[in-house]
């Protein structure tokens, strides 16, 4: 695991999430994971969860970019979900665009856009009475 954050396998997806208090050290150890995952795994895609994050800054929104960058050299796309209205608000605001990152509002979405389905309802199984 990467300095305290998980990083989950779900078939040739990797799902990790960053923390609010995402320092340099914290984040090298992170991309320094998933890149090494990617590549040694077979990875197809990642989703990066920031919905814990209050506060995206240049340094995360660079940290995002040079992932995204990395995996699509890796052969992988990444989907960072998650993001809370004010801080899309907040990049706007400051001319910051995650470039060649993809997004979706929630883990669930980001799944679907991996190729991802739910199971429909008649595909569920039944509640026991």
């Avoid at 396998?9 to 923390?19: E, P, Q, T, W």
């Avoid at 920031?50 to 940290?63: G, N, P, Q, T, Y």
């Amino acid at each position: 695991m990467s300095a305290g954050l998980p990083i989950l396998r779900l078939g040739d997806i990797l799902l990790g999430g960053l923390l609010s208090d995402l320092d340099d050290k914290t984040a090298l150890a992170f991309t320094d994971e998933l890149t090494t995952r990617i590549a040694n795994e077979g990875i197809r895609g990642v989703i990066v969860d920031i919905s814990r994050l209050e506060i995206v800054d240049s340094f995360v929104a660079r940290v995002l970019m040079q992932l995204a960058a990395t995996g699509q050299l890796l052969g992988t796309r990444m989907i960072v979900a998650g993001m809370r209205p004010a801080v899309a608000l907040t990049l706007t605001e400051l001319g910051l665009q995650l470039t060649g990152v993809r997004t979706a509002l929630n883990a669930e979405q980001a799944m679907e856009l991996l190729g991802w389905r739910r199971p429909e309802a008649a595909e569920e199984a039944p509640h026991a009475s």
